[in-house]
T-cell receptor, first 114, second 112 residues
Framework: DADVTQTPRNRITKTGKRIMLECSQTKGHDRMYWYRQDPGLGLRLIYYSFDVKDINKGEISDGYSVSRQAQAKFSLSLESAIPNQTALYFC?????????????FGEGSRLTVL | GQSLEQPSEVTAVEGAIVQINCTYQTSGFYGLSWYQQHDGGAPTFLSYNALDGLEETGRFSSFLSRSDSYGYLLLQELQMKDSASYFCAVPTGGGSQGNLIFGKGTKLSVKP
């Protein structure tokens, strides 16, 4: 089983719908992240959380919200999806206190907003 | 702000050596990471440099020059399976090692 699991892996929805992407991890890491990937733009940070009570905005948080339900769970919500939120979304984790620049990514959730 | 620049595409032949460059602008510097991503897959960590010099891990090496705000990833004895996108990344402000800012990626195509 994957250490970082994202659900759903693929989702097609319509403009204006509320969407939640879920991430769970078994690595025991405190830190969790949501990134968005668009062709030619690399990975851009949406939100990150260093522990259950800590939530921080990243580069592109507008139109998104997150919830850290537990150490192992971090969900990303699109309250009212729009077509330019069509992208590949990645959840990632890292271990607090390390100094290696290493993130562990889930397999991604491909979202299409029509 | 912070930014990273890397070439968008590189092509090389099997067995050759290829170098992927990355220049960065940061408000503070805490290290340069490299990731590999195959089409449709998740990014996977390759290497990390916090200090100047070369770090070697098998066929892959990563170099950093902090004075030049520059690093590179060196791939030797290229194999077809090395065809992928490669991203350099730096931490955002505060030195946290997790909330990385990524370059736009370099797509490496390895030809027979």
């Amino acid at each position: 089983d994957a250490d970082v699991t994202q659900t759903p892996r693929n989702r097609i929805t319509k403009t204006g719908k509320r969407i939640m992407l879920e991430c769970s991890q078994t690595k025991g890491h405190d830190r969790m992240y949501w990134y968005r990937q668009d062709p030619g733009l690399g990975l851009r940070l949406i939100y990150y959380s260093f522990d259950v009570k800590d939530i921080n905005k990243g580069e592109i948080s507008d139109g998104y919200s997150v919830s850290r339900q537990a150490q192992a769970k971090f969900s990303l919500s699109l309250e009212s999806a729009i077509p330019n939120q069509t992208a590949l979304y990645f959840c990632a984790t890292s271990l607090a206190g390390t100094n290696t620049g290493e993130l562990f990514f889930g397999e991604g959730s491909r979202l299409t907003v029509l | 702000g912070q930014s990273l620049e890397q070439p968008s595409e590189v092509t090389a032949v099997e067995g050759a050596i290829v170098q992927i460059n990355c220049t960065y602008q940061t408000s503070g510097f805490y290290g340069l990471s490299w990731y590999q991503q195959h089409d449709g897959g998740a990014p996977t960590f390759l290497s990390y440099n916090a200090l100047d010099g070369l770090e070697e891990t098998g066929r892959f090496s990563s170099f950093l020059s902090r004075s030049d705000s520059y690093g590179y990833l060196l791939l030797q004895e290229l194999q077809m399976k090395d065809s992928a996108s490669y991203f350099c990344a730096v931490p955002t402000g505060g030195g946290s090692q997790g909330n990385l800012i990524f370059g736009k990626g370099t797509k490496l195509s390895v030809k027979p």
